[in-house]
Nanobody, 125 residues
Framework: QVQLAESGGGLVQAGDSLRLSCAASGRTFSAYAVAWFRQAPGKDRETVAAISWRGDLKSYISSVQGRFTISRDTTRNTVYLQMNNVKPEDTAVYYC??????????????????WGQGTQVTVSS
């Protein structure tokens, strides 16, 4: 089992920066690919960014490309989502999830084995 816990969300203004953390405990987290998802009220959940277990493969949805950066620190069992120049449309609950193999953000119907509880990000204009 892997337990995931997100943190770092909050209320920020447009143009600000925010760093989300996904801390893992349990089995060897370093062996898992991780993705960040978000879901805004009334909208479908979307995959925002993904990173392979070695950190050598990363992908982003086009709306955050160049603004968000996903990274991982295996010594801390943590994956980060650095969010720069945030926009009101980034407002959502953000979740991290883990699975054994890496898929990019545009792959469909990919099952993730472990999920965190989510952290709210609200961006005011």
């Amino acid at each position: 089992q892997v337990q995931l816990a997100e943190s770092g969300g909050g209320l920020v203004q447009a143009g600000d920066s925010l760093r989300l953390s996904c801390a893992a405990s349990g089995r060897t987290f370093s062996a898992y690919a991780v993705a960040w998802f978000r879901q805004a009220p009334g909208k479908d959940r979307e995959t925002v960014a993904a990173i392979s277990w070695r950190g050598d493969l990363k992908s982003y949805i086009s709306s955050v490309q160049g603004r968000f950066t996903i990274s991982r620190d295996t010594t801390r069992n943590t994956v980060y989502l650095q969010m720069n120049n945030v926009k009101p449309e980034d407002t959502a609950v953000y979740y991290c999830a883990a699975r054994p193999g890496y898929y990019d953000v545009y792959s469909k119907n990919i099952e993730y084995d472990y999920w965190g509880q989510g952290t709210q990000v609200t961006v005011s204009s």
